[in-house]
């Protein structure tokens, strides 16, 4: 049913949020240059916020 219609991105080892948006941002690239149509960074804002919500410790938290 979605043959066609999703990719995966894979990694090996240990990983981070950063890391994780440098790839979304690198997709939402590749798809734009492939004529999809998206607002640019929104995959990249959304993952921002979710990291945000679910962090363990909200940054102002931290300081």
């Known amino acids: 049913k979605v043959a066609g219609k999703v990719f995966r991105i894979g990694h090996l080892g240990w990983l981070n949020e950063v890391m994780v948006l440098g790839s979304l941002a690198a997709a939402e690239l590749a ?3 492939c004529g999809v149509e ?4 929104s ?3 959304a993952a921002i916020e979710h990291f945000r ?3 363990a410790m909200p940054v ?3 300081a």
Not at 38 to 41: D, E, K, Q, R, S
């Open 60 to 62: 102002a938290e931290a």
């Open 31 to 33: 798809l734009l240059d």
């Open 38 to 41: 998206l607002a640019p960074g």
């Open 53 to 55: 919500r679910t962090a």
């Open 43 to 45: 995959g990249v804002a």
